[in-house]
């Protein structure tokens, strides 16, 4: 199952391992070489079963890998950038590009590819300082990523998000169908990608799935571009110099997840049967707190961490429009979704990891 690697850190760990969030992209946007797409408007395809001893072969446009649940030697790497040494020892690496249409049909081709796990976007932040990469990279990537699924009759996940929610959107809870209307380009782009992925499943048949992911919390990344990524940040400044700059208010309500338990949901809607799925886009939640809450129980471990609050209007005004809480029932009834981390739980995790990394790093 080879699986490819390319800008967004999502999928830190262990199964897709996004989205959570990815630092500054550099991406090359060039002219596009494009194979013919001979998708009918009759085509038809279906989701395949696999057993324990055959596995599918996935296609990862993200960060890591399903290495512990399908076998190291059944991955591929892939990204445009060359890869940090332990990368490139975790198992076969290969080149690809997002807008290169031709590239990914021959890798889909040459490694009998079966899932595709699209994880490559900009995020919130970053894509509105630069709305043409944003654009190319979130938009013109996916319809590649659809063409080529659709033409080989791929199992398709492409991750969602709170970004794909707007002001006039109910926002606390907010369920999986209402009014959306985003307000950035990130969002504008999932919202696009859940329109197009559906249109896809119901002319073509696609096996299209889709999970709409709260604020994801990982421990081996480095924030980089999203809204949320406060909530990763003051971990590693509690530890490392135990003082934190907030760039959101204290009061901003935000649903969060753990890395783990947004992998997991990622393994476990793929691996649903077809026909437990009552939709193509769902809601998935954990928890949900604001920076002040956050701060709080964190000091409970570090009562020395300092917090102050500088905002960042940008980002504050893209919180304000987002969901506060995630009603995700349909999640839970359908493919039996369950979240095992909540606040607790996180911080413990977190500080446990980022305190044993960084007294690594100090001894050596």
């Known amino acids: 199952?080879?699986?490819?690697?390319?800008?967004?850190?999502?999928v830190q760990q262990v199964l897709l391992a996004p989205a959570c969030s990815c630092g500054p992209l550099s991406l090359s946007v060039r002219s596009i070489s494009f194979s013919p797409r001979q998708v009918t408007s009759d085509a038809s395809f279906h989701s395949v079963s696999f057993s324990e001893t055959d596995h599918p072969r996935v296609l990862i446009t993200g960060e890591k890998t399903l290495q512990k649940r399908f076998?190291?030697?059944?991955?591929?790497?892939?990204?445009?950038r060359k890869p940090p040494d332990h990368v490139f020892r975790s198992g076969p690496f290969i080149y690809s590009d997002i807008l290169d249409y031709k590239n990914l049909r021959e890798i889909v081709v040459n490694n009998r590819i079966t899932w595709l796990v699209h994880y490559s976007a900009l995020l919130s932040a970053v894509g509105e300082a630069n709305v043409t990469l944003a654009r190319n990279v979130n938009i013109t990537g996916l319809h590649n990523i659809l063409d080529i699924s659709a033409e080989h009759g791929l199992r398709l996940f492409v991750p969602s998000t709170i970004g794909?929610?707007?002001p006039?959107?109910?926002r606390n809870p907010t369920?999986?169908?209402?009014?959306?209307?985003?307000?950035?380009i990130y969002g504008v782009s999932k919202v696009h990608a859940e329109l197009m992925g559906e249109y896809y499943h119901h002319r073509n048949g696609l096996d299209f799935r889709c999970l709409r992911y709260p604020g994801i919390i990982s421990a081996d990344s480095q924030p980089g571009g999203g809204t949320t990524d406060y909530a990763v940040q003051i971990f590693h400044d509690a530890v490392k110099t135990g003082k934190f700059v907030c760039n959101l208010k204290p009061d901003t309500r935000l649903p969060m997840m753990f890395i783990d338990d947004c992998l997991r949901a990622t393994l476990e809607v793929m691996e649903a049967?077809?026909?437990a799925l009552s939709m193509r886009t769902y809601n998935i939640n954990a928890m949900s707190f604001t920076p002040e809450e956050l701060a709080r129980e964190v000091q409970k471990q570090l009562p020395d961490l300092q917090v102050t609050y500088e905002i960042d209007p940008v980002r504050q005004a893209?919180?304000?429009?987002?969901?506060?809480?995630?009603e995700d029932s349909n999640a839970r009834k359908d493919w039996g979704w369950k979240h095992e981390y909540d606040l607790p739980e996180l911080i413990q995790t977190m500080l446990n990891f980022i305190g044993s990394d960084s007294r690594i790093a100090h001894a050596n």
């Open 1 to 10: 199952m080879p699986v490819v690697r390319t800008v967004s850190k999502v």
């Open 71 to 80: 076998g190291k030697n059944n991955v591929i790497l892939s990204d445009i």
């Open 164 to 166: 794909a929610f707007g």
């Open 168 to 170: 006039t959107s109910p």
């Open 175 to 184: 369920p999986d169908l209402c009014i959306q209307r985003p307000r950035t």
């Open 273 to 275: 049967p077809a026909e």
């Open 318 to 326: 893209i919180a304000d429009s987002w969901p506060m809480s995630f």
